[in-house]
């Protein structure tokens, strides 16, 4: 196995980790919510009764950016990927995270973190999917398509 | 105020996604491409992220109900199914192929990014085709 040292990031990423934990335990503190971004998200198909609560936490992921742009922190994400393995991705992230009942926050944060046996059995499958996924590609298949 | 309350929540996840480098796919790739050049920067956020949740579900499970006075929302299920493994592992190819995950492809929607948009787009109709072909569901 070989560190890429060029891009690690471990404080920048312990940092961030920790925000993303303190807005865990806010949420189950103060709203008595799991806080799992596609059950959030996805619980808006339908909307229901709480379908303001849930966009306003939508509306707070979409204004990170630009609070983080005030000082100048914010990178736009840079992709590679072409627009087919997008879509093709994207559809197979927002169904597989509401069939699986929960994506990297939901199972990978709060899951892991009340040790539910089903959290750290998905974690560890999408985990291991991605990998293979990324092995595939990256060095079966070969260079990522790139548009 | 809790819809208040849930938008400042939102606010400090977008913040310590984009932060961690989570919004950023290259990011994701490297951490999951361990027999490449392998960047284990999201360890480190995972670490991080479990050190403090923990502690806030360890609060909120002893008191039993929200600050606010409202019940815990917690998934109720216990069972590892064949849906729970298919699902884990849908994501999982879907992450691998793009390196993006629910929350980081919505809070990259604030920037102006044509392949942001496209795969949020993407994401949002795959919700959608499981809430039609499902109904509605209590889980995490």
């Keep these: 196995m070989k560190i890429d040292w060029l891009n690690f990031t471990p404080w920048p990423s312990l940092a961030g980790g920790l925000l993303i934990g303190l807005a865990a335990a806010l949420f189950i503190n103060l709203n008595g919510r799991v806080m799992g971004a596609s059950s959030v998200i996805g619980g808006l198909f339908p909307p229901r009764g709480d379908a303001p609560l849930r966009l306003s936490f939508v509306a707070g992921l979409l204004a990170a950016p630009l609070l983080l742009g005030l000082f100048r922190a914010a990178a ?52 291991i999917a991605g990998i293979a996924t990324v092995f595939l590609v990256r060095h079966i298949i070969g260079a990522p398509a790139a548009s | 105020m809790k819809n208040l309350i849930a938008f400042v929540i939102g606010l400090i996840f977008g913040a310590g996604l984009l932060i961690s ?114 109904g509605r569901s209590a889980d995490q």
């Design chain 1, 76 to 127: 736009p994400p840079v992709f590679e990927t072409n627009t087919l393995t997008l879509v093709v991705a994207g559809l197979l992230v927002g169904f597989g995270t509401r069939l699986g009942a929960g994506c990297t926050s939901g199972h990978g944060i709060c899951g892991i973190s009340r040790l539910s046996p089903r959290s750290i059995v998905a974690t560890a499958v999408f985990m």
């Design chain 2, 21 to 134: 480098g989570m919004t950023q796919p290259e990011k994701i790739f490297g951490f999951l491409d361990i027999f490449g050049r392998w960047d284990p920067s999201l360890i480190f956020v995972m670490g991080g992220a479990l050190m403090v949740a923990a502690i806030g579900f360890v609060a909120a499970g002893r008191r039993g109900k929200s600050l606010l006075g409202d019940p815990l929302s917690l998934p109720s299920k216990n069972e590892i199914d064949p849906r729970l493994l298919a699902g884990a592992a849908i994501f999982g190819v879907g992450w691998g192929l793009a390196g993006v995950c629910p929350a980081p492809a919505i809070v990259n929607l604030g920037f102006a990014s044509a392949p942001a948009a496209i795969f949020a787009a993407a994401m949002l109709a795959g919700m959608a085709v499981y809430g039609v072909a499902q």
